[in-house]
């Protein structure tokens, strides 16, 4: 039997899961060992903020199976708001355990998204690292929504244990959620943004004394300062104001 989930803490009127890196590692480890089928989506400050914008990508996060906090401001705003999470799961670590167990456990990942050459990239780092036994298959980013059920037919027919969707939200949730019932056979699917882009070094991750201290996003910004200012600079300040409205009308 799978077992149930960890208490939920609500920020900013999203329930978010309170699981620590190792818990949400074992509990994908007994959905595929008991055959389940969960979908997971990971929350940063800007996703919360995107959330309050889009209703329809509130939609597709809220029918996820667990939702986990990435960002470290969630972090710090669950102790501000008095209802501390356990630890940031970041989602690129998360991406990286999981395929390490899949070695060990004998289990099968698909790769979806991402330019052509970036996917290919990170299948060979994975397979290069591990073995060819993890890959059930993959495929970019790049289709028509028309195309979406062919594709997670595709997928379901691989015998992919695994699902890492890297593309942009809201396509990679819209799919997900749309699709959720053709990709039943695969016991863990997720979102992951551009971690593929990461894997790939194509972009950097902050040093980790930076990660901890909830700078990362800085740390991107500077990389990028004329695709990002508005992302950061501007959702981190709708995201502080949102912290503080919940925190003092409680």
């Known amino acids: 039997m799978i077992s149930n989930l960890q208490q939920k803490v609500d920020i900013c009127g999203l329930s978010i899961d309170n699981l620590t890196m190792q818990e949400t590692i074992d509990f994908v480890d007994n959905t595929i060992t008991y055959q389940g089928d969960i979908t997971l989506t990971d929350i940063n400050a800007g996703k919360i903020i995107q959330i309050h914008e889009d209703a329809q990508l509130k939609y597709f996060v809220e029918q996820s199976d667990i939702i986990q906090a990435d960002g470290q401001s969630v972090i710090w705003a669950s102790k501000l708001l008095k209802k501390p999470l356990k630890e940031r799961v970041a989602g690129v670590d998360?991406?990286?355990?999981?395929?390490?167990?899949a070695h060990v456990k004998g289990h099968k990942v698909f790769f979806f998204g991402a330019q052509e050459e970036v996917v290919k990239e990170v299948v060979n780092r994975f397979v290069?690292?591990?073995?060819?036994?993890?890959?059930?298959?993959?495929?970019?980013?790049?289709?028509?929504?028309?195309?979406?059920?062919?594709?997670?037919?595709?997928?379901?027919?691989?015998?992919?244990?695994?699902l890492f969707v890297a593309i942009t939200s809201p396509i990679q949730e819209k799919f997900l959620i749309e699709n959720k019932?053709?990709?039943?056979?695969?016991?863990?699917?997720?979102?992951?943004?551009?971690?593929?882009?990461?894997?790939?070094?194509?972009?950097?991750?902050?040093?980790?004394?930076?990660?901890?201290?909830?700078?990362?996003?800085?740390?991107?910004f500077a990389q990028e300062p004329r695709r990002m200012w508005k992302r950061y600079l501007v959702g981190n300040s709708k995201f502080i104001y949102l912290v503080i409205k919940e925190r003092f009308s409680n």
């Open 128 to 162: 290069n690292k591990y073995s060819k036994k993890i890959l059930a298959g993959y495929r970019n980013g790049y289709f028509k929504h028309s195309e979406a059920p062919s594709i997670a037919k595709q997928i379901a027919d691989s015998g992919a244990n695994l």
């Open 94 to 101: 998360l991406v990286e355990n999981l395929i390490r167990q």
């Open 181 to 220: 019932k053709e990709l039943k056979p695969v016991n863990f699917k997720m979102g992951v943004g551009g971690s593929f882009d990461v894997f790939a070094g194509k972009t950097k991750r902050a040093p980790a004394w930076m990660q901890n201290a909830g700078l990362e996003w800085f740390y991107r």
